[in-house]
């Protein structure tokens, strides 16, 4: 499939898919370190966006327009930490992703977005066991392929692979950022649950472009 429009629809709608699936999951790895309620909000937040999508007045024209109804409704539904997070992340992500088609440097250029929205959010940065350690390995790896002269889906695939093998490496982390610093040296053996979201998300932008 190419990185266009239907693309980016299909891949929100898999998101949806996959975030209700594993929703327990999140919620259970939020309830080790955090408030337990990633995988509700998550699964709140996507489920919105789908009814958005299927109602929305205009059809969405570019990428770009798909990731900002992501945005706001995830900003006007999700509560805690994801929502201001993910948000800023998809709408910074739709202003380098205002195309038809997404090139494989708009796919790199969707990560960085969406990276820096995240840091500039939640003032993290990498080491700190967040979700942040799954998107910085998601960039370098997303970059690097492209550079290589990798198409839209190779980009997206090392992406996600990175961002999966991010998450798994929160786990011997000690937190120093956000609700799970307050455990200090407990918040060691568990994985981050903003990290694990982020590959989820990843994977199927990944998967779904196949």
């Known amino acids: 499939m190419t990185a266009d429009v239907q693309w980016s629809i299909a ?9 209700a699936l594993r929703k ?5 790895l939020d309830r080790e370190i955090g408030d337990a309620d990633h995988g509700e909000n998550l699964n709140r937040g996507f489920s919105a ?3 958005r999508l299927a109602t929305a007045t205009l059809a969405p024209e570019t990428v770009g327009d798909v990731l900002k109804i992501v945005a706001t409704t995830l900003m006007s539904t999700v509560g805690g930490a994801a929502g201001p997070l993910y948000g800023t992340a998809f709408l910074r992500a739709s202003k380098v992703c205002d195309t038809p088609v997404l090139s494989p440097e708009q796919a790199v250029g969707f990560v960085e977005a969406a990276l820096e929205g995240i840091q500039v959010r939640g003032k993290a940065t990498t080491g700190e066991k967040t979700m942040v350690d799954a998107w910085s390995p998601a ?7 492209q550079l290589e002269g ?8 090392a992406a996600a692979a990175a961002a999966l093998a991010g998450a798994e490496a929160t786990i011997p982390m000690k937190a120093t950022k956000g609700r799970a610093s307050y455990l200090g040296e407990r918040s060691v ?10 590959g989820i998300i990843l994977e199927s932008a990944a998967r779904t472009v196949k």
């Open 11 to 19: 891949w929100i709608r898999d998101v949806a898919e996959q975030i």
């Open 24 to 28: 327990a999951e999140l919620t259970t």
């Open 49 to 51: 966006v789908v009814d």
């Open 139 to 145: 960039l370098e790896a997303a970059r690097g392929v």
């Open 150 to 157: 990798g198409s839209v889906a190779e980009v997206l695939g």
């Open 189 to 198: 053996g568990h994985k981050d649950p903003g990290a694990t979201s982020t």
